[in-house]
């Protein structure tokens, strides 16, 4: 899924900055971003399933609540400290042109560092009050729970609540306003986008239950049928004549439109998990060795940084707004495979840094 996140990324990210203005009135661009409204959601999603892996693997080494929290900040920590250097590398290339504001801004990454941070804090709370066979439960229910809140107070916090008393890189985390004075629909802030990490914190949790791991197939199943419930629900909900806020921003603020997504993510879960298990995607001993979704996966975060310059920097590989569709598409192509070369060359190198420097120190060989 991490994989299939960092495909739809490149192909937003790509006609966006290339298309040229004609080419952007298409349908073809139009239905481009809507894809993109994926990778997001499926990066802090994930985000959440890793964290519950973690937490889970964590407990059952019988660490104390306080020694877990401290592990999962602490990471939380570090991504969002990553997000912060990434905007700062921007600002260098961009210098000259880049405005000092850009340091601020609130980048999914950011996003995710906050995310897991939260989320280390509300499984802190939780595990600090419940111990032993119902403490999975009650971590589903928090996270759930925790999801539903942060959606229900969007809409008041990008308008009527709106807390422009706090300066607005503050604020910025909270409803995205950057410095512009009203809340930016492009950015991530902590409402709405850390519902998703929280939502797929409660999958990870339901996932890692005993009765999930001996009935695998069926969990991904109900799963999947949530999804499709969710789904039909956001669209009765929106086609209702009475909202329940004065401003009503189905596309942005909306928990109608976080459901609907909440609920597509479920679903691609489940169908992840059927390619996986017997679809094209099984590979069995000996055969589809390689994947290059999986193989992006594993090196997201790098793929992620670097690709930002060659479609949106100065090193852009073709020029900015000015080409057509099937210019762009090469290009698009030509950062899947550049990004696809670097993940492997990232995760075979993985861990082997001594000995590539052994290697390069040692005498030449005499032929």
């Not at 996932?207 to 791991?213: D, F, G, H, P, T």
Request: glycine content about 8%.
């Amino acid at each position: 899924m991490r994989g299939l996140a960092c495909v739809l990324m490149f192909q937003t990210h790509c006609y966006d900055s290339w298309l040229s203005p004609s080419a952007r009135q298409s349908k073809f661009f139009m239905y481009s971003q809507l894809g993109g409204t994926f990778p997001a959601p499926l990066f802090l999603f994930l985000a959440g399933i890793s964290f519950a892996l973690v937490t889970e693997k964590l407990r059952r080494k019988n660490l104390p609540p306080a020694q877990i929290a401290r592990a999962t900040i602490r990471r939380g920590a570090e991504i969002l400290a990553l997000g912060m250097l990434f905007r700062l590398q921007e600002y260098l290339i961009a210098w000259g042109w880049a405005r000092l504001s850009d340091l601020l801004r609130v980048d999914v990454l950011n996003t995710i560092g906050l995310s897991m941070m939260l989320m280390g804090i509300v499984c802190w709370l939780v595990l600090s009050i419940r111990q032993g066979a119902r403490a999975r439960l009650a971590l589903i229910l928090a996270s759930a729970g925790a999801a539903l809140l942060i959606s229900l107070l969007t809409p008041p916090l990008w308008t009527t609540w709106r807390p422009n008393w706090l300066p607005w890189p503050l604020e910025s985390y909270i409803n995205g306003v950057h410095n512009l004075g009203t809340p930016q629909a492009w950015l991530f802030p902590v409402f709405p986008w850390t519902a998703f990490a929280f939502g797929g914190l409660a999958a990870g949790f339901i996932l890692q239950s005993e009765w999930a791991r001996r009935h695998e197939a069926l969990t991904f199943s109900w799963l999947g049928a949530a999804g499709l419930v969710f789904v039909a629900a956001s669209r009765w909900l929106d086609a209702q004549p009475r909202q329940l806020y004065a401003v009503y921003d189905y596309w942005h603020t909306s928990p109608n439109f976080l459901l609907i997504r909440v609920g597509m993510l479920l679903v691609i879960l489940t169908a992840s998990y059927a390619w996986c298990r017997w679809g094209f995607g099984q590979r069995p001993a000996g055969q589809w060795g390689f994947s290059p979704l999986i193989q992006l996966g594993q090196a997201s975060l790098l793929v992620y940084w670097v690709h930002i310059d060659f479609v949106y920097g100065r090193v852009s590989i073709l020029p900015k707004h000015s080409v057509s569709i099937r210019t762009a598409s090469f290009g698009l192509l030509t950062i899947f495979l550049a990004m696809l070369i670097l993940a492997f060359l990232r995760t075979r190198m993985k861990g082997r840094g001594a000995e590539m420097m052994a290697w390069l120190r040692s005498p030449a060989r005499a032929n």
